[in-house]
């Protein structure tokens, strides 16, 4: 059900004054004696040019009559049932902040987004050459696979950072984030970007959804789950959404929260079900996130299986590459491979 802005700003509002094709009002947000509030073109949003202040339906109800995302939510049409809530946490924060609905971002100019094409494609091959071998490892330890790598048009920096390109709807890169290996702070962003609601994908309507923290969480959570719920990381902090983000979260069947399990997670976590109300706190069943969970469930299947000595005696340590084949820990890639070995998703070991 889409909602007319302009006749929802018409009943708090007045008429307005024409101007062209477009219709101003006086801004209730700030002083002012000439209106410079507006709606756009496709009649989706309002923005004041006098204050900056902008949103969709939901948020004009927000910000105009005070209401909750709930009612206003409600208001416009979009009715939403909280099901019960399911949480293993005995620590839950009782007082999580409200969320502040903001804006969502606008895209990076397009001198910006064109450098960023060059700037990813440059670290894409660096990572997968000979001076990329560290951070490459780096990736295969976290558990990504070469193919996931790829598919997300992971980096290597000229500084030794591994970049981490993130794109909107129509495949244009809008920012990105680099991870630094030797120096801190461990993430900075390349200067000019900007984030979109969510990281890899945006939540499909009537579909799952699984929320966890950070890129790698996202693209490792992703590999394992398969395309059967949508997993994605957000643009940004619990607490202040954008409202088409929270939308975007509302649309879904059921979105599972599995942030950190920490404090910091659990705060979250409450935060985010003050607005999601079709929402579930979930936790990982081993460590506190996805990096960590299935990091444990892959150690835990190297030291169930009966390993060989690498071909040339140098060692007995094996880390995990690419299609879950196992490799030498001192000859790594460039040396033995011990091919008869494939560990698959629910932890089994089979012979080939």
């Not at 081993?286 to 040339?312: I, N, W, Y």
Request: glycine share 10%; hydrophobic share 35%; charged share 25%.
């Amino acid at each position: 059900m889409q909602t007319d802005l302009q006749s929802l700003i018409e009943n708090d509002l007045g008429p307005g004054r024409r101007s062209g094709n477009r219709t101003f009002w006086i801004c209730p947000f700030h002083e002012e004696k000439s209106g410079s509030l507006t709606v756009t073109p496709d009649g989706e949003r309002y923005k004041c040019f006098g204050c900056g202040k902008s949103g969709d339906a939901i948020a004009w109800l927000m910000d105009r009559h005070s209401l909750t995302f709930r009612d206003a939510a409600d208001r416009v049409g979009k009715v939403l049932d909280r099901p019960k809530k399911l949480s293993l946490n005995s620590d839950a924060v009782n007082s999580p902040p409200q969320p502040r609905f903001k804006a969502a971002s606008t895209p990076p100019e397009a001198d910006w987004r064109d450098k960023a094409i060059t700037i990813i494609k440059q670290a894409e091959t660096r990572l997968h050459s000979r001076d990329g071998f560290d951070a490459l490892n780096y990736l295969f330890l976290r558990g990504l696979t070469l193919d996931t790598i790829k598919a997300g048009h992971l980096g290597l920096t000229a500084d030794g950072g591994i970049s981490i390109p993130w794109f909107d709807a129509s495949g244009t890169p809008v920012f990105i984030q680099v991870r630094q290996l030797r120096k801190l702070p461990k993430y900075k962003a390349i200067p000019g970007g900007k984030r979109v609601d969510f990281y890899p994908r945006r939540p499909r309507p009537g579909r799952p959804c699984l929320i966890v923290e950070g890129e790698f969480d996202a693209l490792l959570a992703a590999q394992d789950i398969g395309d059967c719920i949508d997993v994605c990381t957000l643009g940004g902090a619990a607490d202040s959404l954008s409202s088409s983000a929270a939308m975007a979260l509302c649309s879904a069947s059921v979105v599972l929260i599995a942030t950190d399990s920490d404090k910091a997670g659990d705060l979250a976590a409450e935060t985010l079900r003050n607005v999601v109300l079709n929402s579930i706190r979930v936790l990982w069943p081993v460590g506190k996130d996805a990096t960590e969970c299935f990091g444990l469930r892959r150690t835990l299947r190297v030291m169930q299986a009966d390993l060989p000595r690498c071909s040339a005696g140098k060692c007995d340590s094996w880390w995990i590459g690419d299609k879950g084949r196992l490799h030498c820990g001192v000859c790594r890639p460039y040396g033995d491979a011990y091919e008869g070995i494939v560990l698959l998703a629910d932890g089994a070991v089979v012979e080939r």
